[in-house]
């Protein structure tokens, strides 16, 4: 594993994931030896392996199960079928069995919120789960057959391609795109992506000629391209669907952003949830570089570019670019501070133009017919078209996508949505529409979203929405900033103190003051993000949490009286007037 991976310390993500493969986990004698083997201190390989979710460094159980705890996974009845699943095996819930072989728990959404409820069995992803599939899968488990011979079916991941528009119906050649590209000058070029005002993809919508220039003028001794495939958004699924369906014209986006900021290398950052597309990825990559369209003198131009893909391990954080490149550099994924971005000092410290994978296959668009014939679509601000991953309470999840400037109520008519209460756009971090809000566009000048489009109808309880949310962000938060780590831990407890009837109208002001405080002091977009959903919940379904409230009142959360009386027996004094009295007119007097 060392060695395929050139001993290089900025893979230690890869050889920790590789060696677990290999080992079932992560026993601190193999990472004593690992760090050892790349001279990095012990510290930083064990800060590393415990980093991500998806690693460990504890005993592995052979059989690891993980249902998909996203809201559209619960609403499609994940909790249930764990919990059938675990009867059948004779478990608790989240712990091991006795003799250590299997355990059954959460992680966080998985990516196939069309096709739920999801896991992962021994990392592998698994779609469709349904009642008839829980006792055979508990007899496999008994039985200790390998995952790899379970029934293929149960690992089928559908495109769900449900509409197609400018990019998913180009019905492009490979290459064609960055040969194009590669027709112009990098300046000829990036005068067409200005021309296109083309914006990126993953949800800020940034500019991606000013991203690219400024990535190009930077001086640095090499200049890279990263794919920033860590789709971790709920609900979010898109890059999935690109990379499994589309994937030339993600490599070929790449190659075409190599050209315009003078890369020679590019990296594809795929979440780990996404193990499964690593295989036929590569498989591409080898047969691109055969066919001349990666590695050296690409079509004969000059031109030398490639891709090496490395895999995330579980961690949401790692969606946010400075995050992404420390984990691609080997560490935890934790958020620089910036400045300096990345666009100056990225990988290795070099510049670096870090991408969203739509905004790269829709760059292929602008090389191959101009600036201007992909403006023309769209609307003043936001040009070309966007996808959608749409799930929850519709007849036709899947991918759609429209030129911008779509109403959420054509969208909702298109994908078969009936009675619906709300749309949550954007994911977990994004805004909750109501009904009347249906009417508004999809759009940067109005509703933005990198692609989640969750569709709730009137017999979804919202606080179970919102419950979710924090749960998420709660696990998610990757604990380097107070404002967040201590927020989103807050937060959590006073949804559950709600959800079990004790909560009060200060739990809501608590839980709006504690959204101001995360947005304006969190250290990422993470933790200001990370309250916003819920307090659009509050707002517009207020009787959602109302109804579970136990008085419009104040009621401590801490009781001063009981936690006084350990003094009051060590001193063997009693004053009556130290006693908590709600009632001032009954203190005694003095
Ligand atoms: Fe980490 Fe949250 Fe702080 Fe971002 S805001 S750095 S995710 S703790």
Not at 28 to 56: D, H, N
Not at 413 to 425: L, P, S, Y
Request: with cysteine.
């Amino acid at each position: 594993i060392l060695a395929a991976n050139r001993h290089d310390p900025r893979r230690l993500l890869q050889i920790l994931r590789q060696a677990q493969e290999r080992a079932g986990h992560l026993p601190p004698a193999l990472l004593e030896r690992i760090a050892s083997a790349l001279a990095l201190p012990l510290a930083r390989v064990v800060a590393t392996a415990s980093f991500y979710s998806l690693l460990r460094t504890g005993p592995a159980p052979a059989y690891d199960v993980l249902f998909a705890d996203n809201i559209t996974d619960r609403m499609q009845g994940g909790p249930a079928l764990a919990a059938s699943l675990c009867r059948a095996l004779g478990l608790a819930p989240g712990l091991p069995a006795g003799d250590g072989r299997v355990r059954v728990g959460t992680t966080s959404c998985t990516g196939l919120c069309d096709q739920g409820p999801a896991l992962l069995v021994n990392q592998r992803a698994l779609s469709r789960m349904c009642p008839e599939r829980v006792a055979p899968m508990a007899e496999l488990i008994r039985r200790g057959v390998a995952v790899d011979d379970w029934p293929a079916e149960w690992f089928r991941i559908e495109p769900n391609l449900r509409r197609r528009d400018a990019l998913l119906g180009a019905g492009l050649a490979p290459g064609e795109a960055l040969a194009a590209a590669l027709a112009r000058s990098p300046e000829g070029l990036l005068a067409e992506i200005e021309a296109s005002r083309l914006r990126g993809r993953g949800g800020a919508g940034y500019p991606t000629a000013a991203k690219w220039r400024a990535c190009r003028a930077a001086p640095g001794e090499a200049h890279y391209v990263v794919c920033n495939a860590d789709e971790g958004e709920p609900g979010t699924f898109k890059d999935r669907v690109l990379l499994s369906d589309f994937p030339q014209l993600v490599i070929d986006g790449m190659g075409i952003a190599a050209h315009a900021v003078g890369a020679r290398r590019g990296f594809i950052y795929l979440r780990g949830e996404y193990r499964h597309l690593l295989a036929p990825l590569e498989a591409l990559l080898a047969e691109r570089r055969r066919q001349g369209l990666l590695g050296t003198d690409i079509l004969g131009r000059g031109f030398d570019f490639d891709i090496e893909i490395h895999l995330g391990a579980g961690a949401y954080v790692c969606g946010e670019e400075s995050a992404l490149l420390e984990s691609l550099e080997g560490r935890p994924g934790r958020p620089r501070i910036r400045p300096p971005f990345p666009v100056s000092r990225g990988y290795r410290d070099q510049p670096t133009t870090v991408n969203n994978v739509e905004t790269l296959a829709l760059a292929c668009l602008v090389a191959v017919h101009g600036g201007e014939a992909f403006r023309a679509v769209g609307t003043a601000q936001s040009s070309g078209t966007k996808l959608l991953s749409v799930s929850g309470d519709v007849d036709r999840p899947g991918i759609y996508e429209y030129p911008f400037g779509v109403t959420v109520a054509e969208v909702l008519a298109d994908c078969g949505a009936r009675a619906t209460q709300a749309v949550q756009i954007a994911g977990a971090a994004g805004h909750c529409l109501a009904a009347a809000e249906f009417g508004r566009r999809i759009a940067f000048e109005d509703v933005s979203t990198g692609g989640s489009f969750m569709v709730f109808d009137q017999g979804r309880d919202l606080f179970e929405v919102a419950h979710a949310f924090v749960d998420f962000f709660a696990h998610e938060s990757c604990g380097f900033c107070t404002p967040c780590r201590v927020g989103t831990a807050v937060n959590r407890r006073r949804m559950d103190r709600i959800a079990a009837g004790r909560g009060t109208a200060d739990d809501l002001d608590e839980l709006a003051a504690m959204h101001c405080l995360m947005r304006s002091a969190s250290h990422c977009g993470l933790g200001s993000t990370a309250a916003r959903a819920l307090t659009d919940i509050v707002d517009k379904f207020r009787p959602a949490f109302s109804r579970r409230l136990r008085t419009d009142g104040f009621v401590p959360a801490f009781d001063l009286d009981a936690a006084l009386e350990p003094a009051r027996q060590a001193t063997g004094h009693d004053d009556p007037r130290t006693h908590f009295h709600p009632d001032p007119d009954t203190i005694p007097d003095e």
